[in-house]
């Protein structure tokens, strides 16, 4: 499902809930915006070893200039009825929006491997 929202007004969501948070993931507290900095600046060519080794510190990839290390998260997610609200959405790294994500992603799938049991209980007589 495509996203509801205009990229116009994605931006500016993404632009309020990185200020809100202070750059910080809402999760482990690394510090993206800082992060970011480097990362966009010129320091980060002459010091990329240096710089790649924090990266896997914190499980992020070595981005090439101008990747994000940052993303915004649905606190309630959408397929649970969350909406796209500032209250509703948060900072996170990378690493810790990959985790959240993979977690959701294991639940949705055994939801339905539940519902098949509770058929399959119900055809079966059992309760």
């Known amino acids: 499902m495509p996203h509801p929202l205009s990229a116009k007004r994605h931006q500016r969501f993404r632009e ?6 202070h750059g910080l993931c809402t999760l482990c507290g690394l510090d993206c915006g800082r992060l970011q900095a480097v990362l966009d600046s010129d320091l980060y060519r002459y010091h990329y070893n240096e710089i790649r080794k924090i990266l896997r510190e914190h499980g992020l990839p070595a981005p090439a ?3 994000r290390v940052w993303q915004i998260d649905h606190v309630v997610p959408i397929t649970r009825g969350g909406r796209t609200l500032l209250s509703n959405l948060r900072l996170l790294c990378l690493t810790c929006h990959k985790a959240v994500t993979k977690d959701l992603k294991k639940q949705l ?3 339905p491997d539940k519902i098949r049991d ?3 209980n119900r055809a079966h007589g059992q309760s």
């Not at 309020?16 to 948070?21: I, Y």
Request: proline share 0%; net charge positive.
């Open 118 to 120: 509770l058929e399959i």
């Open 109 to 111: 799938v055994t939801v």
């Open 65 to 67: 200039r101008g990747y």
């Open 16 to 21: 309020a809930v990185f200020r809100r948070d």
